[in-house]
């Protein structure tokens, strides 16, 4: 069984920084491309950055320069780096990886991590 799990979410300052981890785990054999998306409530799920295998990223507009994806393949764990939050970055922040494993390819989705940006 192949899971993701996000750590590092929490209360913070305008201004301030948090780090958030995404770690898979099971029989993985590669760790493709990797998402991280939010939801704020009464809002869809958003595209927040993406990163692939060969390290190419992309950011949503609202974040550039802001928030930094990476990740460690040698642990199979992905982070975004979130500097300058606002409060208007509140949200539920979820990650997504392409995953190929001993059950085949998929698409996994972790549970979620709030983040919540006080003013």
């Known amino acids: 069984q192949v899971q993701l799990v996000e750590s590092g979410g929490g209360l913070v300052q305008a201004g301030g920084s948090l780090r958030l981890s995404c770690a898979a785990s099971?029989?993985?054999?590669?760790?493709?491309?990797m998402g991280w998306y939010r939801q704020a409530p009464g809002k869809q799920r958003e595209l927040v950055a993406h990163?692939?295998?060969?390290?190419?990223?992309n950011y949503a507009t609202s974040v550039k320069g802001r928030f930094t994806i990476s990740r460690d393949n040698a642990k199979n764990t992905g982070y975004l780096q979130m500097n300058s939050l606002k409060p208007e970055d509140t949200a539920v922040y979820y990650c997504n990886a392409l995953i190929h494993s001993n059950y085949g390819v998929g698409d996994y989705w972790g549970q979620g991590t709030q983040v919540t940006v006080s003013s």
């Open positions: 990163i692939t295998s060969g390290t190419i990223t």
């Open positions: 099971g029989s993985i054999t590669s760790f493709g491309t």
